[in-house]
């Protein structure tokens, strides 16, 4: 079966702190993708990150990086040099091999920035 | 690009009154678009798959006859709450999924950004 798990429920840090944010995943698949999505406090979820079982590399967007070691069915998402802006819940999400699409998505993290 | 816009943003109705929803794509087009529905400080439930043109196929206890869905087009999806009642207040978010990559990544989904459905 396949599953996400987001361990942290909820994790407060000072503006300018960076911070990591744990997402860990089961599958039999040996083709999927993993997704990141934000969905700050109006409820839309904006996409972040796809990257798929074949690429190992890390990706740095601005202050946004990604660690995905497939050792240990992880997909890590870092934040550096936070800001209040980030404040949001963060999902991670693993989609199904094959043609359906569908996304299986973990509890979510909600992530707060205090100025 | 990659707008997926949905309508109403949020509605209140009174029980046992129907309710519709729609998801449009705005700039690419979906053969593939999704319903979820989504508890306070929970996260996202998958209702359905709509697929353009062919019937929608729902998940594990999502009643059909509830919630019913069309995707008549390649740019809209509705999703209509019959006869609703109290319990079926949420947080409804429609996803489309672009397949062609001609936005930016291929197979991703983009979501709209949600109705609040309120049943008094």
């Known amino acids: 079966a396949q599953k996400v798990t987001q361990a942290q429920t909820e994790i407060s840090v000072v503006e300018k702190e960076d911070v990591t944010l744990d997402c860990v995943y089961e599958t039999r698949d040996t083709t999927y993708y993993l997704f990141w999505y934000k969905q700050p406090p109006s409820g839309e979820l904006v996409f972040l990150i796809r990257r798929n079982s074949f690429d190992e590399q890390n990706e740095i967007s601005g202050r946004y990086s990604w660690n995905f070691q497939k050792s240990t069915s992880s997909f890590n998402f870092t934040i550096t040099a936070s800001q209040v802006v980030d404040s949001a819940v963060y999902f991670c999400?693993?989609?199904?091999?094959?043609?359906?699409?569908?996304?299986?998505f973990g509890q979510g993290t909600t992530l707060q920035v205090k100025p | 690009g990659a707008v997926v816009s949905q309508h109403p943003s949020w509605v209140i109705c009174k029980s046992g009154t129907s309710v519709k929803i729609e998801c449009r794509s705005l700039d690419f087009q979906a053969t593939t678009m999704f319903w979820y529905r989504q508890f306070p400080k929970q996260s996202l439930m998958l209702m359905a798959t709509s697929n353009e043109g062919s019937k929608a196929t729902y998940e594990q206890g999502v009643e059909k006859d509830k919630f019913l869905i069309n995707h008549a087009s390649l740019t809209l999806s509705t999703l209509t709450v019959t006869s609703a009642h109290p319990e079926d207040s949420s947080f409804y978010i429609c996803?489309?999924?672009?397949?062609?990559?001609?936005?930016?990544?291929?197979?991703?989904?983009?979501f709209g950004p949600g109705t609040r459905l309120t049943v008094l």
């Open positions: 996803s489309a999924r672009d397949v062609s990559g001609f936005l930016t990544s291929t197979d991703t989904q983009y």
């Open positions: 999400a693993l989609s199904e091999a094959g043609n359906t699409g569908k996304l299986i």
